[in-house]
């Protein structure tokens, strides 16, 4: 009878906490961030601790020893295309990113089981792992954070900050040879509006000017009073030493902008005009 009793005393515990209605913060929300690198995506999940008037590294984030870079579950970050970390190269997919926090250095990690927390941690399945040197923050970063700065084409600075510690390293794509293979593809049977992303790609990486030319052409013969366009084509006419023909397509992008209240372009025009004119 005392058995029965007992499980019967489980059983309406368990019915407890499975019909629990009442719902609470976490102490270390989940945060999310998206960043996009060129034509790659890359995603962070991460809980976001807070210092709370504690000391952080050193302390309860101990020096040398390995960290799941946040709290609850490890960081996990989700490149959608192959990426280069510091010199490391890193195959698209998912990775738990940990970390060894140190005075002088920290080490980064990128491990391909994400499921794994750092007490029963495993370097069998380890993808990267690199030293960076921390900075010191002026002002504290209450709560732990990620994020991008250096946003350019091809690469980025990725960074961690908490207390007053900032810790970052590089991200790098390969953006030209994704744009390029894009181009290729879509140049075999290509819209005018195709044409004229293509030729402005050309122009702006210093390739090849004369098909930039013609691609641009082509575009603004398809769409004639696209101004923005027509900007574009006198800037690669310029470029390919065509002065005259090249402010005479600024006249007219100029007039298309002025009608359609776009000063930008208007402005944009006028002073490329000027600086052919004294060539």
Same mark, same amino acid.
């Given at each position: ?38 034509? *790659? ?57 940990? *970390? ?94 195709? &044409? ?34 027509? &900007? ?22 100029? *007039? ?24």
């Amino acid at each position: 009878m005392k058995k029965i009793s007992m499980l019967a005393v489980v059983f309406a515990a368990g019915l407890f906490v499975a019909n629990a209605q009442v719902k609470t913060p976490r102490p270390s929300p989940n945060a999310e961030i998206e960043q996009e690198l060129g034509l *790659t995506e890359i995603e962070f999940e991460y809980s976001r601790p807070s210092m709370k008037g504690r000391t952080i590294f050193g302390d309860l984030v101990p020096y040398d020893k390995i960290w799941r870079t946040g709290a609850n579950s490890p960081t996990v970050v989700d490149f959608d295309d192959d990426v280069t970390v510091e010199g490391n190269k890193i195959e698209k997919g998912k990775y738990a990113m940990f *970390t060894i926090p140190g005075k002088e250095k920290w080490t980064v990690i990128f491990n391909s089981n994400t499921k794994k927390n750092a007490w029963e941690y495993d370097e069998s399945t380890e993808a990267a792992r690199f030293d960076v040197t921390p900075s010191k923050l002026a002002q504290p970063v209450e709560s732990f954070t990620i994020g991008f700065d250096n946003l350019r084409d091809a690469s980025c600075t990725m960074y961690m900050a908490w207390e007053t510690t900032k810790v970052s390293f590089n991200i790098e794509v390969n953006t030209d040879e994704a744009v390029m293979a894009t181009i290729e593809k879509t140049m075999a049977g290509p819209e005018a509006y195709d &044409k004229y992303l293509a030729a402005r790609y050309y122009y702006e990486n210093d390739k090849d000017l004369k098909k930039a030319l013609t691609w641009v052409t082509e575009a603004c013969d398809a769409m004639p009073d696209k101004y923005w366009m027509l &900007k574009w084509k006198a800037e690669i006419q310029a470029a390919n030493g065509l002065t005259k023909e090249a402010i005479a397509t600024a006249e007219k992008s100029k *007039t298309l902008a002025a009608e359609a209240y776009k000063q930008g372009y208007v402005k944009m025009n006028e002073e490329n005009i000027a600086k052919w004119k004294k060539k």
